[in-house]
């Protein structure tokens, strides 16, 4: 598919080698990439693991345990230890004790000096991380390699550098831990997500009961390891593996003072009602169904990639995807046909190939919601497009999706679908588009493309988005806050503002 | 080669902007109006998808094909003012068998001299190379209009089969734009030959001296309006030359052009791509958005003085598993 000739047009007919002249004919037509896989060498997965409490790996009280697979292959990568409502007890425990023991009585410079160790840690053992995050997550090396890793450890390293400021963080001059955070996170970025809840956590001097999604725990694992390497204290970080009932375990456990979760609003919702009438502090981020506004002065080629960027990295497993596009009418032909040019170069398949674009879809149960909501697209009459491409034929795969003739009242365009889908819409007016994007039950992000630097602001005034990108999409950086409005959640993570969630 | 580049259609003043953008150029407020009313470039989003092509992993077959590829496309570059005949003899030389140990390498696409030098390339290289002169006052293209005429009459005069000429940067940067216009159309004229076929027309914009993408895309599409057959990153005597952003601008230029006009122009990125390692991003850059048309020594070349002895090295690597120290290939 990567070789996928863009030529549409006639061109001059000069490229026929018969007519080139003096030199033969090269026998390959095309420059046709080599797999390059990265060495799966590097990661040395074991046959099962244990839950990480107190400082050990643990085998569950129970006993039970579920698998994990790759999602590009099915192949079975490790049995994982189920935590049940007796482990996640044993958990918190041994987090209360850290933390009363330990962590709390810690001077913020000590505590920041370990937050440095990990970050240290995490980028040199960083190849292992990338290649192992692939291989559960289905995400391709480039991007584990090239974004994943690397932000997580960034955020390490700017939230160690906080440890010992709090007081000037503008929370009052002597603000102090929650205690216990019980933190549940999403399977899209599993490393990512990890660090977002579990730096300013420490940092702030707060212990932690995390529980990674049930298909993707590994990386969590490792980064348990990377903690016993670092000496931290026993207890001061818990990993609980598990699936929903283990969530809801972390989340209902009496001595957890502090709820952190990022996933779907579904079980955002279920979370806030767990919690209510309890004293415990709850940040939610949950679903998003960006809009990306492009206006006709917009720089097309990279609004194109931003476009392709928006929607198309990680699969669209990503919270605050650009996955409603607004194309100013004017130029929405010419965007469409050079967006569906550069999908044609979007190279498929094996993740751990360092060309590989889009990798694939996490799990079965995932793959079967995006066919839903895109079959569901195409009953409402929006035209469905992908390019041609050969997907492969073990695991989950989905191509690269655009819906064009998309309005407002689709299900496709207010349902997040959490996939590499496209909806597009278009609008004629600054007003128009900023009213279309702002009628969704979501909040979380936006992107804006212009040239005009006043309407950029206008816009991004007038937007109900947590984050709103400018000529860019999918930014992350640890100095940033980020979070949603409406259903899309509440609380910030990053930056400054993502220390006030962890302190009173 | 020639046949391959003497397509029909092309614009100049005596052989006519392609329909629809006539209007263009009926006034220097009409030229300007069209080329700043092309889609800006976003500088940041450039860099980054420049950078991001840039971390393709190609290896075996791929790097194969493409070390071949490279060599191809090479226009073997002496631009000295210490130039001599000696010397260019040598190099035009190497053009032909660029390593003399192993005939299965193939030519280079050409090699590039001044004026003064063609007809002693020529005799080496024959039919066999190009001959790529530079004409125009090269490299700073500041001349009286008659004496770049003639300097380009007298290349093509000497046996040159291309011409890389440079862009009056004063008058585009100061916006005069149907100055710069027709200064080319007037050097694409001038490359005529009297049986009728022409020298073939690079146009190189110094884009180190434009600084801005925005005017690199603008250049772009004045160049190939008044009749360039490639559009030519730098002279390589101004820094920064060549780089991998710039000419992902110009290669979207030209695969725009083509889904207007129909007609296909080449690129040249030249100085500062000294590894295979480099060309390779080049290459990829080529093929992902030009597109595969595009990697043809006639519409992709590279400008290059020490990256042939790289490539070459690379190529004796890949198939023998050993590499060789730089003494086991020539200088020139």
Request: glycine share 10%.
């Amino acid at each position: 598919m990567a070789d996928t000739s863009v030529s549409t047009s006639s061109a001059t007919g000069a490229t026929d080698p018969e007519t080139t002249g003096t030199r033969p004919a090269d026998p390959r037509a095309a420059f046709d990439y080599a797999p390059a896989p990265e060495s799966r060498a590097v990661v040395d997965i074991r046959s099962s693991y244990g839950l990480f409490v107190n400082g050990e790996f643990v085998d569950p009280v129970g006993g039970t345990s579920f698998k994990t697979i790759s999602p590009a292959t099915e192949e079975v990568l490790a049995e994982v230890g189920e935590a049940s409502v007796e482990d996640v007890d044993l958990a918190v425990r041994a987090a209360r004790r850290a933390y009363t023991r330990v962590w709390s009585k810690m001077p913020g410079r000590e505590r920041g000096k370990y937050l440095f160790r990990i970050a240290r840690i995490m980028q040199e053992r960083s190849r292992e991380l990338a290649v192992l995050e692939t291989i559960d997550n289905g995400k391709p090396i480039r991007e584990s390699r090239d974004v994943d890793v690397p932000t997580a450890a960034a955020h390490f390293f700017y939230y160690a550098g906080w440890a010992d400021k709090l007081e000037h963080a503008g929370f009052g001059n002597d603000p102090r831990p929650l205690g216990v955070a019980g933190q549940v996170i999403p399977w899209n970025f599993p490393l990512l997500m990890l660090s977002w809840k579990i730096a300013p956590a420490l940092a702030a001097g707060n212990t932690v009961v995390l529980k990674p999604a049930e298909t993707t725990p590994l990386t969590a694992l490792l980064f348990a390891e990377i903690c016993q390497q670092a000496d931290l204290p026993p207890g001061v970080v818990n990993i609980v593996t598990g699936a929903g009932e283990t969530g809801s375990a972390v989340v209902a456990h009496d001595d957890v003072d502090k709820v952190a979760f990022t996933g779907s609003t579904e079980v955002g919702r279920m979370i806030a009602k767990t919690v209510a009438g309890t004293d415990k502090r709850v940040t939610l981020e949950l679903g998003g169904k960006a809009a990306n506004i492009v206006f006709d002065d917009a720089p097309l080629d990279q609004a194109v990639e931003g476009i392709v960027n928006g929607i198309f990295f990680n699969q669209g497993h990503v919270c605050c995807a650009g996955s409603r596009l607004l194309v100013q009418e004017s130029v929405a032909d010419e965007v469409m046909e050079r967006l569906k040019r550069r999908m044609s170069t979007l190279r498929i398949g094996d993740p751990l190939d360092k060309n590989t674009d889009v990798g694939a879809i996490n799990s079965a149960e995932q793959l079967a919601k995006i066919h839903e909501l895109s079959d569901v697209g195409e009953a409402e009459g929006a035209g469905r497009w992908s390019p041609p491409c050969d997907l492969p034929a073990r695991g989950f795969w989905f191509p690269p999706t655009v819906f064009t003739g998309v309005s407002q009242a689709h299900r496709i365009a207010r349902e997040e679908i959490f996939g590499p889908v496209l909806s597009v819409l278009t609008f004629r007016t600054p007003a128009e588009a900023v009213e279309k994007a702002n009628n969704s039950p979501f909040g979380l992000s936006a992107g804006v493309w212009t040239d005009k630097g006043s309407r950029i602001l206008w816009v991004a005034n007038q937007l109900r988005a947590g984050v709103v990108w400018a000529n860019t999409f999918n930014k992350f950086d640890p100095t940033s806050p980020f979070g949603g409005y409406k259903e899309s959640g509440y609380g910030r993570e990053g930056g400054r503002h993502g220390l006030e969630g962890y302190l009173a | 080669m020639t046949t391959a580049l003497s397509s029909p259609g092309f614009a100049g003043s005596s052989y006519g902007v392609p329909v629809g953008l006539a209007d263009a150029i009926s006034s220097d407020a009409a030229l300007r109006r069209f080329l700043h009313g092309l889609p800006g470039v976003d500088q940041v989003g450039a860099d980054a998808r420049a950078a991001t092509l840039a971390t393709r992993s190609i290896k075996t077959t791929a790097k194969e094909f493409a070390l071949e590829l490279g060599i191809r496309m090479v226009d073997l570059t002496t631009l000295e003012g210490q130039d001599t005949h000696g010397k260019v003899r040598a190099l035009c030389a190497k053009a032909l068998r660029p390593d003399p140990a192993d005939p299965t390498v193939p030519s280079t696409a050409a090699v590039c001299v001044y004026a003064d030098m063609v007809a002693t390339a020529k005799q080496v290289v024959g039919d066999q190379v190009n001959v790529a002169a530079v004409a125009t006052a090269f490299p700073s293209g500041r001349a009286a209009r008659d004496i770049k005429l003639m300097d380009t009459a007298d290349a093509v005069e000497a046996g040159a089969d291309e011409v890389d000429m440079v862009i009056d940067r004063g008058a585009f940067l100061s916006g005069r734009y149907l100055e710069v216009f027709e200064e080319i159309a007037a050097v694409r004229d001038a490359c005529a030959r009297p049986d009728g076929s022409a020298a073939h027309l690079k146009v190189i914009l110094e884009t180190g001296e434009l600084a801005t993408y925005d005017n690199v895309r603008r250049a772009s599409w004045l160049a190939m309006m008044a009749g360039a057959h490639f559009i030519k990153t730098s002279t390589g005597k101004i820094s920064p030359a060549a780089t991998l952003p710039v000419t992902l601008v110009m290669l979207e230029a030209v695969r725009d052009w083509r889904e207007t006009t129909g007609q296909m122009v080449g690129v040249k990125p030249a100085g500062g791509i000294r590894t295979a390692k480099d060309a390779i991003k080049y290459l990829v850059i080529v093929n992902e958005v030009a597109g595969p048309d595009w990697l043809d020594p006639d519409w992709f070349r590279f400008g290059a003085s020490t990256l042939l002895n790289d490539l070459l090295m690379q190529r004796t690597k890949m198939r023998t598993g050993r590499y060789s120290g730089p003494d086991y290939f020539t200088l020139d």
